[in-house]
């Protein structure tokens, strides 16, 4: 019988079986079509003749031989099966005449339409496990292969795919691409775009940069920023890892509608448009968030492409180090811009957010088939396995950690590895025992909750004392490395380095030390945990938070007094006393971000509709003044942005609808397409008398493609039930929408002000969490879930979703993504109980 997916046992009995794969592929690539044909010639050895499954769905086959014998390829569940009597051990080949599915999302092939000139454009995506929908394939990691490629297309398109290419032939109004047989890679990182490319600003020695032709204009000034990142940043890898770029070229594609940030196809990455070319006002900070991605996909080339995880269960070994080293890599290019704390801002809430709820995972995920492959993705690899990266680097210092790094991919090159592979290579550069750090930091699930005591007598540190407990409350303690910071008033601050394992651990070298005016403990960020501060040294932090200077450390205290706001150790209207203080004065524009971000979570879940009213106000006018006076152009426009998060009285939406009318401006600053939307879209959620008359206007003045889209996401903010059934039965039932279109409609659906209009909608969406996981993309998952139930507060909403869980036939891993999601819905209803 066929199996169901790609079971594990499957791929390791093919991976037994089969070696040295040669695809050689052909497609006809046409717009307003809905398949392709397309050819395929497969050459493998394999030292059996039992029986092998081949993998193969959602399209059709009118011919495939092997070894010169006819088959009738029957697919059945995604798989056809190579008969033992046409194998032979040794050299095989097959040939298959097939079609594959094009459609505009849902599909491995997909096929965008440019609103904004009718072009079309056509391009793959295939991981985890998609290359199957696309072509006839051996769909696992493991099973490395070397891809030729030819295609046929409009004589008007290019085509870009993982290695060089060239036109050749032109038939009538047909063109046809060659592209040279690649160097071994997993078929996940096969790929090609193809439509009215034009590569923008090409250079001797930099990377190109491809771009739908309606474009051109908009990416022109973006493009030498991008190649020169990429430019820099690879010469300090190719250096740091002591292995030169592993392919023979890199070129990167931006993609219009592209489900994620970048996918790292080995010398092709494809990113997101959005991403790379803003479509709102940018400021230093998204531009060092755009050169992170940047990074990141550039990393995957050496950890993923060149060295692959041999599976899916190992997918921080690529995750993880590409997050990791793309701040390490850009730490080194841009020193002064304080790239831990950026760190600490980007990587750690994520991390702890999922950490702290009942649905996480350890890093290491078992995935029994790679049809469940997805829902390792998220932020356990994402942003816990580059936070404790942080800190094993720490533990073994920088030098013996990029030795091991050096070894392992050395070592690995142009195969697969498993995590530990990568454990022995930090063992044999470090000389260190390292199985206990990596059984308790990778195979179990969760964080330490850490705590520290001190006592003082006669103006001297008596005791301090470290405790750890598993913040789940189940059972073991971790091998954790930290820095310590004893901070005063009138004197510089003391830095000691602890180490401990145990549950309790006294720090013999505090002893005798002045008398500090507070702890904290897990200075500069080098551990990973919940590291709560004492009750002391929390309030005497809070009074004298304008007396500390260094800006990381203030950044990590205010994270700090969140988390105390959200374990219910600190009033959240204590915290907003606290930002209603101190916001105004901080100039860092990620700390602003955060702070607004913050603020906006505590007025609108936390705390009672009367107290958010009687605040409200006080925080638009804090926005509005910076907004308008701040120092730095980055920093008005992070004003702006809050604003439009915080606006919910008569001055704040005054204010947004006097910005879309032009009769307020931000100084120094064009808002773009996205701005104007993002505030009709807020006008429309309150219910603004103006908010019709605006987008109505909006739409005239912005007809592209991507102001389709936008005015798209704002309707969904209107606040009426059948507006909301409408797009819901869209969502669910539309399969030509684009995923993008659905994804970024999500949030104004779902409103933070509009819980009641959306709560009819919370059952039929976790009923309908089935189909999302089979027909979305990878992320989609946690965005519909972080939607639905992050767009609720109450008890009652909180109860369905239990009671929903405890009824509902629902698969294991999408029940941990339910209880990831619904952890904040918890806290909000114990922090309104315990606060009201």
């Excluded at 032939?169 to 193809?194: D, H, K, N, Q, W």
């Excluded at 993705?377 to 920088?398: E, T």
């Excluded at 979305?776 to 008890?795: D, E, P, Y």
Aim: hydrophobic fraction near 40%; glycine fraction near 6%.
């Amino acid at each position: 019988m066929a199996p169901a997916g790609i079971p594990r046992q499957l791929a390791i009995e093919r991976a037994r079986q089969v070696s040295d794969l040669r695809y050689q592929l052909s497609y006809e690539l046409m717009p307003h079509v809905n398949h392709t044909n397309g050819h395929e010639e497969l050459r493998f050895r394999a030292n059996s003749t039992t029986p092998l499954w081949i993998d193969f769905r959602e399209g059709t086959i009118s011919k495939a031989v092997l070894n010169g014998t006819a088959l009738t390829a029957t697919i059945d569940k995604g798989h056809f099966l190579l008969p033992g009597s046409a194998l032979q051990t040794g050299e095989n080949t097959l040939t298959v005449d097939f079609t594959a599915p094009v459609a505009p999302a849902g599909k491995a092939l997909t096929r965008y339409e440019d609103k904004d000139d009718g072009s079309e454009y056509i391009y793959t995506l295939f991981v985890p496990m998609d290359a199957d929908m696309a072509f006839p394939c051996f769909d696992q990691p493991d099973l490395k292969g070397r891809f030729t490629l030819q295609v046929s297309t409009p004589f008007d398109w290019r085509v870009i795919s993982n290695a060089e290419g060239g036109a050749g032939v032109v038939a009538g109004t047909t063109i046809r691409y060659f592209f040279g047989e690649t160097r071994p890679i997993s078929t996940y990182l096969f790929a090609f775009a193809a439509g009215p490319f034009q590569n923008v600003h090409p250079a001797p020695g930099l990377p190109n940069v491809w771009v739908r032709k309606s474009q051109v204009a908009r990416a022109q000034p973006e493009a030498p920023q991008i190649q020169n990142v990429v430019a820099q940043a690879t010469q300090f890898l190719s250096g740091y890892f002591a292995q030169a770029f592993p392919f023979p070229k890199y070129e990167m594609v931006l993609l219009p509608g592209f489900a994620y940030g970048g996918m790292e196809h080995a010398g092709a990455t494809f990113l997101r448009e959005e991403s790379m070319l803003f479509r709102t006002a940018p400021t230093d900070t998204d531009r060092f968030n755009r050169a992170i991605t940047l990074v990141h996909e550039l990393t995957h080339q050496w950890f993923g492409d060149l060295v692959t995880m041999r599976w899916f269960d190992d997918l921080w070994l690529k995750e993880g180090f590409a997050q990791y080293m793309a701040f390490r890599t850009m730490s080194s290019l841009e020193p002064n811009q304080n790239v831990w704390k950026r760190f600490y801002q980007s990587i750690k809430p994520a991390a702890y957010g999922i950490d702290v709820t009942q649905g996480t995972t350890p890093i290491y995920q078992d995935i029994p088939n790679l049809s469940d492959a997805k829902s390792a993705y998220g932020a356990i690899v994402y942003s816990k396995a580059p936070g404790l990266l942080r800190q094993l680097a720490y533990l073994l210092g920088d030098e013996a950690f990029r030795d091991g790094l050096r070894i392992y991919l050395k070592e690995h090159a142009y195969g697969n590895a498993e995590w530990n592979d990568l454990v022995h290579a930090l063992e044999r550069a470090s000389h260190r025992d390292l199985s206990m750090w990596a059984q308790d930091w990778i195979r179990r699930r969760g964080m330490p909750e850490v705590r520290v005591s001190w006592v003082c007598n006669a103006g001297r540190l008596q005791k301090l004392t470290l405790t750890q407990q598993n913040v789940l409350g189940e059972s073991g303690t971790w091998p954790i490395a930290t820095q310590l910071l004893l901070g005063y008033a009138n004197t510089a601050p003391v830095r000691l380095r602890a180490q401990f394992s145990t549950a309790t651990m006294d720090v013999a070298e505090a002893a005798g030390k002045a008398c500090p005016d507070y702890v904290f403990a897990n200075d500069e960020d080098y551990a990973y945990g919940l590291f709560l501060l004492d009750v002391r040294s929390r309030e005497y932090t809070m009074r004298h938070l304008a007396s500390i200077s260094d800006l990381f450390e203030r950044t990590l205290l205010w994270g700090a007094f969140w988390d105390a706001v959200r374990f219910t150790e600190l009033a959240p209207k204590q915290y907003l006393a606290l930002s209603l203080d101190r916001m105004p004065t901080e100039s860092d524009e990620a700390l602003v971000q955060s702070l607004a971000g913050r603020t906006a979570i505590a007025l609108h879940d936390y705390v009672s509709a009367d107290t958010r009213h009687e605040l409200d106000e006080s925080f638009e006018r804090i926005a509005i003044n910076g907004m308008l006076h701040a120092p730095s152009q980055g920093l008005r426009i992070m004003w702006f942005r809050s604003l439009r998060s915080l606006a919910d009285s008569s001055v704040g939406l005054g204010e947004l609808r006097d910005l879309l009318a032009e009769k307020a401006t931000v100084p120094g600053v064009q808002l773009r397409s996205l701005d104007r939307w993002s505030m009709v879209t807020a006008l429309i959620a309150h219910g603004d008398a103006d908010a019709q008359t605006m987008f109505e206007e909006e739409k005239r003045r912005d007809p592209t493609g991507e102001g389709l889209k936008y005015a798209y996401v704002a309707a969904a903010a209107k606040p009426d039930s059948a507006t909301k059934k409408r797009y819901f039965q869209d969502y669910v039932a539309n399969p030509s929408l684009p995923e993008d279109w659905v994804e970024q409609s999500l949030g104004a659906f779902n409103y933070w002000n509009q819980s009641e209009l959306t709560e009819p909608h919370l059952k039929p969406a976790l009923n309908a969490l089935p189909q999302v996981k089979q027909q979305r993309k990878i992320f989609f998952v946690l965005a519909w879930l972080n939607a639905f139930i992050g767009g609720q507060h109450s008890a009652e909403a909180d109860v369905e979703v239990h009671q929903w869980l405890s009824t509902a036939p629902v698969d294991p891993d999408l029940r941990l993504k339910v209880l990831q999601i619904l952890d904040d819905l918890d806290r909000t209803v114990t922090i309104r109980k315990q606060y009201p």
